[in-house]
């Protein structure tokens, strides 16, 4: 049965129709939404690719049903985290370093290290590596990724 | 910048040519007011310039996120001289990109790079011409700058000379135009920044699984519980309670659930109730080798012979090293599963697909339809990279089947499973290999056998699952690509002998994955020259240097640096002076890419745990020459992706089946490298600006497997010969070697 559903969005509240209140966040935001920043990969929670922020965490809409959240929780996507004219520090430090081949885990990448590096004010390679050991690259960006990482937290 | 374009910009073509972005709309009118040029002997197939002085490149050869997209420009930009923002690139669509073959094999600056710059140095040699005449000035008098050219106070623009109207100008790409000299480059050479990145890191960018067209459904499909199953019946009923679902579609074996939104395709497809025939057609996974090596062979392709190594081997007096390499079945393992859009209208098939081939995608999907090529039209969407032909393909026939099945445009994403489970796989590969020494240490006889699946009539044809399960026509052609190359080596022995004994059948699908062959082959190869230098108690590198050809400087060099990069510590394998449970070793390898083009010599250094068997690389250092250079930033992040993903492949990856499936279906059961395994990575760019460009996709993947695995030798003494290099393994051949 279709339903109306209310979240807060990249700052704007908004309310779509579903069939499914335990449909994952996921589709909600790339079918409903039209937004490309979180990504499809796996479903399971094993890559990252879409991952998204809930009240600032880092959470993969994958596996997040839409009935665990309130229109009071604030999502926030790629596109929310920012924009080609006002880029998120982490954002800048990806394009800076080139951190990206075919781009397609880099929502991932990006939205898991601005959780990280919001409380974590100066890491360490080795800590931004184990932030990220459950985000999968395939094409192998890994090094540069970190270097971007690091580069945003200002080391 | 502009030049990334958005396919639903109205397209330009040569003279008044408009062509829409779906074959449904104005691709008939066009063609009727003469198509495009698509010809690899045409100025017009490869680029046209507007009143207002945009250049569109027109490419057969797609970025795959190796960079592409900016390089190909840079190369134009340079040959034209015109501003790189001024460069807009079309990229793989059968209605209006020439076909310049697969986007494969490290070819895409190397052979289309360089039928761009062909076709711009023609192009521009004409305005030039036209723009003496047009000013009344001299060839010679003549300067150009950012697509004007001037003559004293006189200027006229590209877009004046030439502007929308066609070029008509034939290309000899064996006799190219002269091309501008390279110390006078502005584009090329230079690490500029790459045009699509500020889109994909803000979410702005639309990969194919983003890509929608209105009206459209969402397709999922079931695939069979084993390959080779018969579907013997569905429930509809099942799903009834499902909402959206349009229709469950079966056509023999294939079977889809198609809803008006995806997450009830999802749903309907994991609920959807179906039965299937038992099937074990797989091998016992524990005796894979055992069935590969009694395999029967369908030819024996020699792919080197000099000498007599038969004679030499069997010489009295000779020590005989011999050895048995595998390399385990590996995934593509694409982070975003396949995916596809296609529509069916009026008989006309458009597919919108990743494919890195759309071409060769085009004939394939006719052929399964039974319809003219010309009634399909392919376009290229950039999507999750594919590292060779995965399940892009398959998606697009998934999709055009049930396109074709609903009567309305059908997107199909695959899950993850079905991605792990149905995309095709690099065949096993198994290797033999023998030596001979003579007591001075140098080598009389080289012999290796490559047991390797075969390529059915030179075919590149990997058949479309959605064909196959469907009965339609798919052919049963086996397409593992180029697997025979750097089967033969580059060393001058007095007796060598390599055969490539091609097999009538492999387990699974087979198709190519970055390096195919040559990284499988350059494995056992310089892992056995690295055995054959301990035999002879010679330092690997010098022993190497010993046997190239004298005249091939460029790889000598590449050696050369490759060992001063990584301060080489000169003296012969393995090391015996460490006692504790970790040591440490260094190894090197070395390759000559398919014995023609690039050049790539590695020094891995890793640590290895003997007490449980875990290796870890720590630094891994490559010298590279690829001849000019023309992005080498791009090329720096190509050389990551080649050694990043190769380590994952070499340490940790093996596809897993048991006798009916595939079994590795998540990341979970085929587990690839995370960040803390990552290893420092120092490179050593050769740059040649005066030679030819050649590949670096996947030339230094090849060299990955056996630096690894000499280094561990060089540590504990212990020879790895069996990819992937799990603790498990090394611990066997510890206690093996004992």
């Known amino acids: 049965m279709a339903q109306r559903k209310s979240l807060n969005v990249n700052g704007k509240a908004v309310r779509i129709t579903v069939d499914d209140p335990d449909m994952p966040l996921l589709y909600a935001l790339r079918d409903n939404l039209q937004l490309h920043g979180p990504r499809f990969g796996c479903g399971l929670a094993q890559c990252g690719a879409c991952t998204v922020h809930v009240d600032g965490k880092a959470v993969r809409s994958c596996v997040t049903p839409l009935s665990s959240l309130s229109a009071q929780q604030k999502v926030v996507t790629l596109e929310g985290l920012g924009t080609p004219e006002r880029l998120h520090p982490v954002q800048r430090a990806f394009i800076e370093e080139q951190a990206v081949q075919c781009g397609y885990c880099i929502n991932g990448m990006i939205m898991e290290s601005a959780a990280f590096l919001a409380r974590t004010k100066k890491p360490t390679e080795a800590q931004i590596k184990d932030a990220l050991a459950n985000n999968l690259c395939r094409c192998g960006t890994h090094a540069r990724i970190v270097k971007a990482v690091m580069r945003a937290a200002g080391a | 910048m502009t030049m990334h374009t958005s396919r639903r910009d109205v397209l330009k073509g040569g003279g008044a040519l408009v062509v829409s972005f779906s074959f449904a709309g104005n691709i008939g009118e066009a063609l009727a007011q003469g198509a495009k040029p698509l010809t690899l002997t045409e100025v017009d197939s490869f680029l046209a310039i507007d009143a207002g002085g945009e250049v569109t490149l027109y490419s057969g050869k797609v970025d795959l996120g190796t960079g592409v997209a900016t390089a190909l420009p840079q190369i134009v930009a340079d040959e034209l001289d015109v501003p790189l923002n001024r460069i807009k690139l079309i990229q793989g669509d059968t209605a209006l990109t020439p076909d310049q073959g697969t986007t494969w094999g490290s070819l895409s600056i190397q052979i289309g790079g360089m039928q761009l710059r062909n076709a711009a140095a023609t192009a521009k040699a004409a305005l030039l011409q036209q723009a003496a005449e047009r000013l009344g000035a001299k060839r010679e008098e003549l300067k150009v700058a950012d697509g004007v050219v001037s003559a004293g106070n006189k200027r006229v623009s590209y877009g004046e000379l030439i502007g929308g109207k066609r070029f008509a100008l034939t290309l000899d790409h064996a006799k190219p135009a002269p091309a501008k000299d390279p110390k006078d480059y502005k584009f090329v050479g230079k690490p500029l920044p790459r045009v699509d990145i500020p889109e994909k890191v803000t979410g702005r960018f639309t990969y194919m699984q983003d890509f929608r067209v209105p009206g459209m459904l969402h397709g999922r499909v079931i695939r069979p519980a084993a390959i080779g199953a018969t579907l013997e019946s569905v429930d509809e009923a099942s799903i009834k309670d499902v909402a959206g679902v349009v229709k469950v579609v079966r056509e023999g074996n294939f079977l889809a ?89 009026d008989g006309k098939l458009t597919s919108w697909s990743a494919s890195q081939a759309t071409h060769n995608l085009r004939k394939q999907l006719a052929t399964m339809f039974g319809i003219p090529a010309d009634n399909v039209r392919c376009i290229y969407i950039e999507g999750s990279g594919c590292y060779g032909r995965n399940g892009h393909e398959d998606a697009a026939a998934d999709a055009a089947l049930l396109a074709k099945a609903v009567g309305r445009p059908v997107r199909v994403q695959w899950s993850r499973a079905d991605e792990h489970g149905w995309d095709p796989k690099g065949p096993p590969t198994l290797i033999d290999l023998r030596a001979a020494v003579d007591g001075a240490g140098a080598v009389t006889a080289w ?34 690509g180029n697997i025979f190359q750097n089967s033969a080596i580059p060393y001058k022995f007095a007796n060598v002998k390599t055969v490539c004994r091609r097999l009538a059948s492999t387990p699974f699908r087979p198709s190519w994955i970055r390096t195919p062959g040559r990284m499988q082959n350059t494995y056992a190869n310089e892992c056995f020259i690295d055995e054959v230098a301990a035999a002879a108690n010679a330092d690997p590198v010098e022993f190497r240097l010993k046997f190239l050809d004298p005249n091939d400087k460029r790889g000598i060099e590449v050696l050369d640096r490759a060992a001063a990069l990584a301060k080489w510590d000169k003296r012969p394998s393995p090391r015996r002076d460490q006692q504790g449970d970790v040591a440490v070793g260094r190894g090197v390898a070395y390759c000559k890419y398919e014995l023609m083009r690039t050049y790539i010599a590695a020094v891995a250094e890793v640590e290895v745990k003997r007490s449980t068997g875990d290796i870890r690389v720590r630094r891994f250092y490559l010298a590279h020459d690829c001849g000019q250079i023309v992005n080498p930033d791009g090329l720096r992040n190509q050389l990551d992706g080649n050694v990043i993903q190769t380590l994952s492949r070499t340490l940790i990856e093996e596809l897993k089946y048991d006798r009916s499936a595939v079994t590795s279906l998540d990341w979970a059961s085929y587990p690839i490298l995370r960040f803390p395994q990552i290893p420092e990575l120092v490179y050593d760019l050769i740059d040649r600006p005066n030679e030819r460009p050649w590949g670096a996709g996947e030339p230094s993947a090849a060299v990955v497997p056996a630096a690894i695995s000499n280094a561990v030798f060089d540590a504990i003494g212990v020879r790895l010969r069996s990819v992937p290099f799990t603790p498990d393994k090394v611990l066997a051949a510890t206690k093996g070697a004992a």
């Open chain 2, 257 to 345: 659930v198609v809803a008006e939104s995806e997450w009830g395709a999802i749903k309907g497809a994991e609920r959807l109730k179906a039965s299937w025939s038992k099937s074990q057609t797989l091998p016992e996974a524990a005796k894979l080798w055992d069935e590969v090596r009694a395999s029967k062979v369908v030819k024996d392709e020699v792919t080197s012979n000099v000498g007599n190594s038969a004679e030499a081997i069997a010489q009295a007096g000779a020590k005989t090293l011999k050895a048995t390499y595998d390399f385990a079945i590996h995934t593509h393992g694409s982070i975003g599963p396949s995916c596809a859009v296609a529509e069916f209208k």
């Open chain 2, 447 to 480: 012999e290796s056998e490559f047991f390797i699946p075969q390529q059915t009539a030179g075919s590149f044809n990997v058949p479309l699952v959605a064909a196959t399960l469907a009965g339609m026509p798919a052919g049963e052609d086996i397409a593992p």
